[in-house]
């Protein structure tokens, strides 16, 4: 599963170390967990700290503005959602992984009521710098929104010169050549 330590989510409540701590007063001599940056030293940015530069990119852009990254990243959606309201864009979302995780947010709470999701088919109508757009594909996956976006074969969306292209996540080893040759077709 995605999880983070994060002192300022954007879902559910800030890392305590008070609980691990007391576990360690129980003889606790290992825990283990998998993360695709456990080998990254530091720390990971706070959803918050995303929140704010993506705000003042999406502020900044005059296109339309399509973001990839995982879909799972419940938090880092409502972030998107949020900046779409701040800045009188709608919210449109291409690929089904991100209407599954959408509806599985409402279904759950985690959604905010006062967030709203336009109907996909209703983006191309739309003023372009009213649009930002979450699309799936953020790894290079050849059969998903971005990659048919890129290629000009989307049949809701087509980009033009001067819209925004977004990758919010990171690479996953193995994926290298997939993403890059993706973002050479936006260029």
Not at 28 to 57: K, P, Q, W, Y
């Amino acid at each position: 599963a995605d999880w983070k330590i994060d002192a300022s989510p954007i879902t559910g409540r800030a890392f305590k170390s008070t609980i691990f701590k007391r576990l360690a007063q129980h003889n606790i001599t290992a825990m283990v967990c998998d993360s695709t940056n456990a080998l990254r030293e530091g720390f990971s940015l706070s959803e918050a700290d995303c929140h704010n530069a993506l705000l003042h990119v999406v502020k900044a852009a005059s296109g339309r503005v399509v973001v990839t990254g995982f879909s799972s990243n419940v938090g880092r959606l409502i972030s998107l959602a949020r900046i779409a309201a701040q800045t009188g864009r709608y919210l449109a979302l291409l690929g089904r992984s991100l209407d599954n995780m959408v509806g599985v947010a409402r279904a759950t709470g985690y959604w905010p009521d006062e967030l709203t999701v336009v109907d996909a088919s209703h983006i191309g109508y739309l003023p372009k710098e009213e649009v930002l757009v979450i699309a799936t594909g953020s790894q290079g996956e050849p059969r998903a929104a971005l990659s048919r976006l890129a290629d000009d074969n989307h049949p809701l969306l087509l980009l033009e010169q001067g819209d925004l292209v977004i990758f919010s996540s990171i690479i996953i080893p193995g994926n290298e050549m997939l993403i890059s040759r993706l973002v050479e077709k936006f260029n």
